[in-house]
């Protein structure tokens, strides 16, 4: 993958909401004071009459956001991971979620990956927060052009979305003229049928070259980009589980809460199979340099490859 082109989901964000506010005029889009960060700035610059900085007040902004979404607007509201599901929960609970409105958190900067800011700025329970709201959407893209298609179909959905964006750039390997991309739909990256491993956000890249390390050594899995955490895509999970006979999940985030126990959840339920979840474990991260701090917690593909084919041996 190191010819591959890289670049950081979060740009794909910025450049849909270009994109969508060229076309529609129902578009509004918040920020707390991260324009820069998040890529709303893009949107911004085009639209400066439809952009808006709440400055460092992330409820305030959820707030604002739902009235706007009251008023028949399509409202994006942008932070921080941290910010926009921590810190603005309550609001994004009730003045959103409570009330179904059409508001879509492009929720930046989430995961181990943010790096040298450290444990105060590394969200990992974002999903499960997230998760927890009933009828919230839940989604982080494999690269930025998903990233850019689940945008615009955040647009369409009717309800409120959270969507996780990443700082770090990430291969490309969809092609935007033939992707499609919908929600609550997980898509087959490689064929398997001896271990099934089921990842989302920068991991996805991290599982397909894992998927290689272990084609090497003559195990065949099958790697599945779950981006929608929730709704979960239950028909191919249940298909996975049938078909390979042991999952294996990768996330940048917690072990509780994530992709990880949504996958757990449903297959107890439905079809009980071993599973294993890479994440995060039940610890806050800590500053240093984001490729680094990925090998440390496990979050790479050797790591990915050597847990499944330890997995595999029982």
Same mark, same amino acid.
């Given at each position: 993958?190191?010819?591959?082109?890289?670049?950081?989901?979060?740009?794909?964000?910025?450049?849909?909401?270009?994109?969508?506010?060229?076309?529609?005029?129902?578009?509004?889009?918040?920020?707390?004071?991260?324009?820069?960060?998040?890529?709303? =700035?893009?949107?911004?610059?085009?639209?400066?009459?439809?952009?808006?900085?709440?400055?460092?007040?992330?409820?305030?902004?959820?707030?604002?956001?739902?009235?706007?979404?009251?008023?028949?607007?399509?409202?994006?509201?942008?932070?921080?991971?941290?910010?926009?599901?921590?810190?603005?929960?309550?609001?994004?609970?009730?003045?959103?979620?409570?009330?179904?409105?059409?508001?879509?958190?492009?929720?930046?900067?989430?995961?181990?990956?943010?790096?040298?800011?450290?444990?105060?700025?590394?969200?990992?329970?974002?999903?499960?927060?997230?998760?927890?709201?009933?009828?919230?959407?839940?989604?982080?893209?494999? !690269?930025?052009?998903?990233?850019?298609?689940?945008?615009?179909?955040?647009?369409?959905?009717?309800?409120?979305?959270?969507?996780?964006?990443?700082?770090?750039?990430?291969?490309?390997?969809? !092609?935007?003229?033939?992707?499609?991309?919908?929600?609550?739909?997980?898509?087959?990256?490689?064929?398997?049928? !001896?271990?099934?491993?089921?990842?989302?956000?920068?991991?996805?890249?991290?599982?397909?070259?894992?998927?290689?390390?272990?084609?090497?050594?003559?195990?065949? =899995?099958?790697?599945?980009?779950?981006?929608?955490?929730?709704?979960?895509?239950?028909?191919?999970?249940?298909?996975? =589980?049938?078909?390979?006979?042991?999952?294996?999940?990768?996330?940048?985030?917690?072990?509780?809460?994530?992709?990880?126990?949504?996958?757990?959840?449903?297959?107890?339920?439905?079809?009980?199979?071993?599973?294993?979840?890479?994440?995060?474990? !039940?610890?806050?991260?800590?500053?240093?340099?984001?490729?680094?701090?990925?090998?440390?917690?496990?979050?790479?593909?050797?790591?990915?490859?050597?847990?499944?084919?330890?997995?595999?041996?029982?």
């Amino acid at each position: 993958m190191a010819d591959v082109k890289k670049i950081a989901t979060r740009m794909g964000y910025g450049a849909a909401l270009r994109e969508l506010g060229a076309l529609h005029d129902n578009i509004v889009v918040f920020d707390a004071d991260l324009a820069g960060s998040t890529q709303t =700035a893009t949107f911004g610059k085009a639209f400066p009459d439809r952009h808006f900085n709440c400055g460092i007040a992330e409820g305030n902004m959820m707030a604002a956001a739902a009235g706007a979404a009251s008023m028949g607007m399509v409202a994006f509201a942008s932070s921080f991971a941290m910010f926009a599901a921590g810190r603005a929960y309550e609001q994004v609970r009730n003045s959103i979620g409570y009330t179904q409105l059409n508001v879509k958190i492009g929720a930046s900067h989430g995961g181990i990956s943010v790096g040298e800011d450290g444990a105060s700025h590394q969200c990992l329970e974002d999903y499960a927060l997230m998760r927890s709201i009933p009828g919230m959407v839940v989604m982080s893209p494999a !690269d930025e052009v998903e990233a850019r298609a689940m945008v615009k179909a955040a647009y369409e959905h009717q309800g409120p979305v959270y969507m996780r964006f990443g700082r770090s750039p990430v291969p490309v390997f969809h !092609d935007e003229e033939t992707f499609r991309f919908e929600i609550g739909r997980g898509e087959v990256m490689r064929e398997g049928t !001896d271990i099934a491993i089921i990842a989302n956000g920068l991991l996805v890249a991290e599982a397909v070259e894992a998927g290689e390390l272990l084609a090497a050594q003559g195990i065949h =899995a099958r790697i599945i980009n779950m981006a929608t955490v929730k709704p979960l895509d239950e028909t191919l999970v249940r298909k996975a =589980a049938e078909e390979c006979g042991r999952i294996l999940t990768c996330e940048e985030h917690s072990v509780i809460g994530g992709l990880g126990d949504a996958v757990c959840s449903f297959l107890s339920e439905t079809r009980p199979t071993p599973v294993k979840r890479i994440g995060t474990p !039940d610890v806050f991260g800590h500053s240093g340099p984001a490729g680094e701090l990925l090998r440390q917690f496990g979050l790479c593909a050797e790591h990915i490859a050597e847990t499944a084919r330890r997995f595999l041996q029982g």
